[in-house]
């Protein structure tokens, strides 16, 4: 299957810094790629869809000028926690799809960025 | 099946057991549905998926049974190996759009040498 990356796997920073997560699509292009975060022993939830080329749209109560997203090429978007606290600790995934598909087309996903904020 | 409170509910097999994790959803017009495997500290993996217009799909060891009529969605691991450890998700497309997914609470599967 197609394969997502994302990088980085882990990271540790400090309340008051931001954080780029990248996520990139290996052997597709991808106008379309997806951020979800996910609590521990939750699920997933949807945070924004990444629109390449255009601003990103995001899912009720996800705060846009938190969480930036810039989707720069057909391969990578991008998800910077903004001023970053505790409570942003989380895991965060993102997921693209070939572009072939319509709705019913698998979704791959990245191995997911373990944020904790100290 | 569905968690409710703090906790995802967990099912514990021995190996060689046959597991079956559960799923309900809510919306009658629902067309397509995915089964996700997340192992701990990954991103979660397509197993396999199943259309409304079927009851039953099957794959190596899972097959994943659909009733529409009790809206409810089940996976069935044959011969549950401890590679099998982890996390559940049924998943479905939201209605906004493509490969944007609704994903259901989990539950977490043990498997016991």
């Known amino acids: 299957g197609a394969v997502v990356s994302q990088h980085p796997s882990r990271v540790i920073c400090k309340s008051g810094t931001s954080v780029k997560i990248e996520c990139r699509s290996l052997?597709?292009?991808?106008?379309?790629m997806f951020w979800y975060r996910q609590f521990p022993k939750k699920s997933l939830m949807l945070m924004a869809t990444?629109?390449?080329?255009?601003?990103?749209?995001?899912e009720q109560g996800v705060e846009k000028d938190k969480f930036l997203i810039n989707h720069a090429s057909l391969t990578l978007s991008t998800l910077t926690v903004t001023s970053a606290h505790p409570e942003d600790s989380s895991f965060y995934i993102c997921?693209?799809?070939?572009?072939?598909?319509?709705?019913?087309?698998?979704?791959?996903f990245g191995q997911g960025t373990r944020l904790t904020v100290v | 099946g569905e968690s409710v409170g703090l906790h995802l509910p967990t099912l514990s097999v021995q190996e060689g057991d046959n597991s079956i994790i559960n799923c309900a959803y809510s919306?009658?017009?629902?067309?397509?549905f995915i089964w996700y495997k997340q192992e701990s500290g990954k991103g979660p993996q397509f197993i396999i998926d199943?259309?409304?217009?079927?009851d039953k799909r099957q794959g190596q060891r899972v097959t994943v049974l659909l009733n529409k009529t009790v809206k409810h969605l089940s996976l069935q691991i044959a011969a549950t190996q401890p590679g099998d450890s982890a996390v559940y998700f049924c998943?479905?497309?939201?209605?906004?759009?493509?490969?944007?997914?609704?994903f259901g609470k989990g539950t977490m599967l043990l498997v016991s040498p």
């Open positions: 997921s693209a799809s070939p572009p072939e598909g319509g709705r019913d087309t698998e979704a791959f």
């Open positions: 052997d597709f292009q991808a106008t379309t």
């Open positions: 990444s629109n390449e080329g255009s601003k990103a749209t995001y």
């Open positions: 919306n009658s017009a629902s067309d397509y």
């Open positions: 199943i259309r409304s217009n079927m």
């Open positions: 998943a479905e497309p939201m209605n906004s759009g493509y490969s944007t997914l609704t």
